[in-house]
């Protein structure tokens, strides 16, 4: 088929390349890999080169997920054969006991969407299964109500695929009650749990003591008649609890008979009519054991649950999965407290979740930064033991390399002022859509007397600017007021002068633009062919990369992604 017409071949070629490397291939690339595939096209080599380029234009205008797609869809082998190679890489130390594959899970509580400190647990859990191969299970955890905002039920699930998770099955806690009721009846005729009724604060004193309460030693048919009542709604909230026995000399009072399920009266659970709930320490365990995970990676934070949890292990004869316990990793400049935010978007503080000044999951991909990014970022973190700082400049410079090679470049002028240049003939600016990359082509400015630049640029004293792609402009001041001349077209000239080069736009061709930012709004104006890349990463030249959020009659909106 590609002796007839090789467009096909050469278009997947450079679609595989585009998709592999994470940007737009050279020619001589995408024309290598055709001619060892198809030698036949070998005799058309003049041709081949010809067609190539077209090629690549046409990949350089699908954004990373368009091209991953496309792909997928018209030549899925090819995807299959890179991540078959990328699956083998070993990006992270080895998880002993992994080598016939692994179960590992995300247990995310569905308290608000997903946010940039779940995506280290998320990534972590993802590379290690892609890496040794096996399930990776999606588990809801939402067995205390306090803690559960019934729209998160759907929108954890949507940070999950834009983040693409390779999930292969979700468990909600919720729906497996009776389970964790059955057991619970099992681990006190068993011995390793009892019912108590003890005041809490009375408890509390017992437990500082290293005493055992007068619960505990209640025969099993008593507790059970307990647990029973329990579950009858006999008792009310804080009247009764089961509790696991432990040591009640260990040396942390924390780990004495700490509380396994307790019931709650409110607030009402969105899913289920319950009475009694588990905690999580044993609905975590009961969950690890019955779904076979292996391997658990999880906070510092949690080693006193680790601990707590052996107790449960034990008395069950089950064997605990692996632990790998990372550092805490502090994360400053954005608003992570799902209640604090809640509260500042019923506040009209935020426009809603995906406010660009937040650290959810849709801020950060409404502000333009690629799911892969935060996956590159995390594993780079890596589960090292030590606290960290995290990064945003890490987390930037990943997306750089994703967007940086796909993005097309245009002109963004902040606070724009009118600059009449005297003496200038009309010129025609030809600007490369991408610097590395011809094949895409050029954007055509006019001048034809009058620029629009930042207002940021008139320092006075100010002797001379290059307008990028255009010319030199000569600045002579009365006062603070400048007037403006036309100083050649010589770029060597302009380098003498240390004269800065900036972005301009035609006065009568240009596009109200607001650029919102972290710290607000930036007015402006770009060039109207932005219209056109809605949705889409670009780069404003001496401004950053940006997301375009919105476009209509009235102008373009884009959000700030980073330098």
């Avoid at 291939?25 to 080169?49: F, N, Y």
């Avoid at 997920?65 to 090819?78: D, G, S």
């Avoid at 009568?508 to 930036?522: I, K, S």
């Avoid at 997301?547 to 330098?563: E, F, Q």
Wanted: include cysteine.
């Amino acid at each position: 088929m590609a002796g007839d017409d090789p467009k096909e071949a050469l278009f997947l070629c450079a679609l595989q390349n585009a998709v592999k490397h994470g940007g737009v291939p050279q020619a001589g690339a995408v024309i290598g890999m055709v001619m060892g595939a198809h030698p036949e096209l070998r005799s058309r080599a003049k041709e081949v080169s010809a067609l190539a380029k077209d090629a690549i234009a046409e990949v350089a205008k699908l954004s990373p997920e368009e091209r991953v797609a496309t792909l997928q869809a018209r030549a899925p082998e090819r995807i299959t054969a890179m991540s078959g190679k990328h699956e083998k890489k070993k990006v992270l130390p080895e998880l002993e006991g992994a080598e016939n594959d692994v179960v590992m899970r995300f247990a995310p509580n569905p308290s608000g969407p997903l946010h940039i400190g779940h995506a280290r647990a998320a990534a972590l859990n993802d590379a290690y299964v892609k890496q040794y191969g096996g399930r990776y299970i999606l588990r809801i955890e939402d067995t205390d109500p306090k803690r559960v905002d019934p729209e998160a039920y759907q929108t954890v699930q949507e940070d999950i695929r834009w983040l693409g998770l390779g999930i292969t099955e979700v468990v909600t806690q919720s729906d497996r009650l009776p389970i964790y009721y059955d057991l619970c009846k099992q681990l006190i005729e068993n011995g390793g749990a009892y019912v108590c009724t003890c005041d809490n604060e009375v408890f509390k004193e017992l437990k500082a003591d290293k005493t055992a309460c007068p619960c505990r030693g209640n025969p099993v048919e008593k507790n059970l008649e307990l647990w029973q009542k329990m579950l009858d709604h006999t008792f009310k909230e804080g009247e009764a609890s089961v509790r696991i026995k432990t040591d009640l000399s260990h040396p942390d009072p924390a780990m004495r008979d700490f509380p396994a399920f307790r019931i709650l009266d409110a607030p009402p659970h969105p899913k289920v009519k319950a009475h009694v709930y588990p905690l999580m320490n044993f609905s975590v365990v009961a969950d690890d054991h019955l779904l076979g995970v292996t391997h658990v990676i999880r906070g510092k934070d949690h080693i006193a649950n680790t601990r707590r949890q052996k107790y449960i292990y034990d008395h069950f004869g089950w064997q605990q999965p692996v632990y790998r316990h990372y550092g805490r990793m502090g994360i400053e400049g954005v608003v992570l407290s799902t209640s604090q935010m809640r509260a500042g978007i019923k506040e009209g503080l935020y426009s809603g979740w995906d406010d660009i000044r937040l650290g959810t999951m849709r801020a950060l991909a409404r502000r333009g930064i690629l799911p892969e990014a935060v996956k590159n970022a995390m594993i780079a973190i890596g589960i090292g033991d030590v606290d960290i700082s995290f990064s945003w400049d890490n987390l930037y410079a990943e997306n750089k390399k994703l967007v940086d090679p796909t993005a097309n470049r245009y002109f963004f002028v902040p606070d724009p002022v009118e600059a009449k240049i005297e003496g200038a003939e009309p010129h025609t600016a030809h600007a490369l859509l991408h610097p590395s990359d011809e094949a895409r082509g050029k954007r055509t400015l006019e001048f034809t007397g009058t620029v629009l630049i930042p207002k940021a640029e008139l320092v006075p004293g100010t002797a001379m600017l290059r307008l990028k792609d255009l010319f030199n402009v000569k600045i002579a001041w009365n006062g603070d007021t400048p007037s403006f001349s036309y100083g050649g077209d010589s770029l060597a000239e302009a380098r003498a002068a240390k004269a800065r080069i900036i972005q301009w736009l035609p006065a009568q061709a240009t596009m109200p633009c607001t650029l919102l930012t972290q710290e607000g709004e930036v007015k402006g104006a770009c060039e109207p062919a932005v219209k056109g890349e809605a949705g889409k990463v670009i780069q404003f030249e001496r401004v950053g990369f940006v997301k375009v959020d919105a476009v209509s009659p009235d102008g373009v909106v884009a959000y700030w992604t980073h330098k």
